[in-house]
Nanobody
Framework: QVQLVESGGGLVQAGGSLRLSCAAS????????MGWFRQVPGKEREFVAG????????YYKHSVKGRFTISRDNVKNTVYLQMNSLKPEDTAVYHC????????????????WGQGTQVTVSS
């Protein structure tokens, strides 16, 4: 069982930065691939970034590549999403999630989910 709690969201101007954190409980956090997803009202939840258990492999949604960086600290049981050069279209509720799969980009591949943190980017 893994419980996930996101933090770090907020209101930022276009071009600004935010760092999201996702704190995980559970002794087996290190064995899970972690992902960040986002969702806006009326739309499906979409994959943003993923990182495998060791942190060696990372992968991103095309529109955030070069602006967002996912990382993890298996000692602190935390995964991060550094978001730079933010755009109004990045506005969404951001969720972290955990999966036992090595690579996963679909919502139904992830087993555990956090409640989300709101990110709002003003123009």
């Amino acid at each position: 069982q893994v419980q996930l709690v996101e933090s770090g969201g907020g209101l930022v101007q276009a071009g600004g930065s935010l760092r999201l954190s996702c704190a995980a409980s559970g002794r087996t956090f290190y064995s899970y691939t972690m992902g960040w997803f986002r969702q806006v009202p009326g739309k499906e939840r979409e994959f943003v970034a993923g990182i495998n258990w060791s942190g060696v492999n990372t992968y991103y949604k095309h529109s955030v590549k070069g602006r967002f960086t996912i990382s993890r600290d298996n000692v602190k049981n935390t995964v991060y999403l550094q978001m730079n050069s933010l755009k109004p279209e990045d506005t969404a509720v951001y969720h972290c999630a955990a999966t036992p799969l090595e690579i996963a980009t679909m919502t139904d591949e992830y087993q555990y989910w956090g409640q989300g943190t709101q990110v709002t980017v003003s123009s």
